[in-house]
């Protein structure tokens, strides 16, 4: 037997509708077979008994009937379990189709989640390794020093014009610093790269006060060198500004500077030393730039009085001619007036002439146009 129709069978026999059908086969069953022992086993009598016949005439019949019904009831099960077995089957099958269609759209979303994830790992990979060469980059004095020069570098370039700035400028006593912007007047405004970071990265990962302490000592003592390196090297009297920047690649580490060291950062002022995160970097490098435009403006005042001058004498100039061109349109507007009325007169004598209606007052006085008087050639 098929094994897709025998579980559906068996499935069926166990349900609770099956039961009360099978219990009715059975007692038609045994009620057929205890008729049956009874006929068999009866004492035939020797002399025939016409009740006797009746009765089992009467019982065959019967026997007859139940047998037909048994045998229509045997049918009628056997129709009422192929439909529900062809009914268990039809929905065996679709609930097959639909539990591989759902297995199948559960794996494809499963394939491009996974996808997913893969395309997340290999950025967190990347970003990984970027982190690890950024570290090993700031773990380096000499490498943290090129990138806090290189992110200035990038800061003046962006705002402040060709020749405004000089980087590795050499000063009278032979140092350098990592920039000087040119200011007008005066001498230049020097800008030195710092990025004190072992110290602060000790302080945050201090985990005793005595680390703690040791790490915020350390932290004074770069900060307070670095500032009296850029007051002693590069604040020259008469040569450079009286102020001189300290730019500090960072702003968190400005920020543990000026929240937990504030003092330090009086300190530096106090020094002519202003300490600046890469924000407050390019705020000052645009007031520069204005300082620097207003300094070529004043330069340029006589020029641009000059070409003020010129430009209203072009603008006088210019408001003549509008007055002249106004009275000639005028004129001619007198003009055109004028002709309006002598069209109007030649209308209206056209106009008598058409219809024959002279006055006799016409005064005689009127001048007569000889008409021209053509001379006709040979050829005409």
């Known amino acids: 037997m098929n094994p897709a129709l025998t579980d ?17 086969v059975a007692a038609l069953l045994v009620i057929c077979v205890i008729a049956i022992l009874i006929i068999l086993l009866r004492p035939k009598k020797p002399m025939a008994d016409p009740e006797q016949d009746a009765r089992l005439r009467e019982l065959n ?28 089957s039809q929905n065996l099958g679709e ?34 390794s970027t982190v690890t060469s950024l570290q090993n980059v700031l773990s380096n004095k000499q490498s943290r020093g090129a990138f806090g020069q290189g992110q200035l570098e990038a800061i003046i370039m962006d705002v402040l014009p060709k020749g405004a700035y000089e980087f590795q400028y050499s000063l009278s006593n032979r140092t350098k610093p990592d920039c000087v912007v040119f200011m007008p007047d005066s001498g230049p405004l020097v800008i030195d790269a710092k990025f004190p970071l072992e110290a ?12 703690r302490k040791f790490a915020a000592a350390r932290v004074r003592t770069d900060i307070a060198k670095h500032v009296s390196d850029i007051a002693a090297k590069y604040l020259i009297p008469g040569e450079t500004q009286d102020i001189a920047l300290m730019f500090i690649p960072s702003e968190s580490v400005y920020a543990d500077l000026h929240e937990q060291f ?33 300094a070529e403006m004043r330069e340029a005042a006589d020029q641009i009085r000059t070409e003020v001058g010129m430009m209203l004498k072009d603008v006088t100039l210019l408001s003549e001619r509008v007055r ?5 349109f005028n004129q001619a ?48």
């Open 8 to 24: 559906p069978l068996r499935d069926f026999l166990q349900s609770p509708a099956a039961l009360p059908i099978a219990l009715g």
């Open 324 to 328: 002249k061109l106004q009275s000639h």
């Open 61 to 88: 019949a019967r026997l007859d009937a139940m047998g037909s019904w048994l045998q229509n009831a045997h049918g009628q099960l056997a129709n009422t379990v192929n439909t529900r077995l062809d009914a268990v």
């Open 333 to 380: 507007n007198a003009d055109i007036d004028s002709i309006l009325i002598s069209t109007g007169k030649i209308e209206k004598r056209a106009g008598k002439i058409e219809g024959l209606d002279f006055d006799s007052d016409t005064p005689a006085s009127a001048e007569v146009i000889a008409a021209p008087i053509r001379k006709i050639g040979v050829a005409e």
């Open 95 to 128: 609930s097959m189709k639909t539990t591989a269609k759902h297995t199948s759209d559960h794996l494809q979303a499963l394939h491009s989640r996974l996808a997913v994830i893969d395309s997340a790992q290999k950025n967190i990979t990347e970003l990984s």
């Open 262 to 294: 504030d003092d330090l950062v009086q300190k530096a002022q106090r020094a002519r030393v202003m300490i600046v995160s890469p924000t407050l970097m390019v705020m000052a490098i645009q007031v520069i730039k204005q300082v620097r435009k207003d």
């Open 200 to 211: 602060l990265t000790a302080l945050r990962a201090a985990e005793s006060d005595e680390e």
